[in-house]
């Protein structure tokens, strides 16, 4: 599996208004039907830069999967987050393979 992780540090001045925009746009990326789910996450680490930074993660079914959100639907989602916050919000992204995982069993 392979994880599309957004990570965006906002402008304290437009983060309440980001807060709104990206709890909309998470479910519109999840509706292309090419990722099973969604965390996102503030990030808590003190940074030499201004602004508060948020990490969207979105699990994709496969690489072929991610590869059809890159061509059917990545320009457009990224220039609709371009056009409502153009200078106020930088974001990376970063692809990352879930090697394996683990969890507590507590019975």
Known sequence: MIIY??????D???EAEWLIWI????PQVLGTGKFEK????KVLVEEDIEGVTYSVQYRSYSREALDAYYRDDADKFRMEGLKKFADKV?????E???VDEY???FK
Request: hydrophobic share 40%; proline share 0%.
């Open 5 to 10: 992780n957004v990570t965006s540090n906002i």
């Open 12 to 14: 304290e001045s437009i």
């Open 23 to 26: 709890k909309e746009h998470i």
């Open 38 to 41: 969604a965390t996102l996450s």
């Open 90 to 94: 930088l974001s990376f992204r970063t």
């Open 96 to 98: 990352l393979e879930i």
């Open 103 to 105: 969890t507590v069993n």
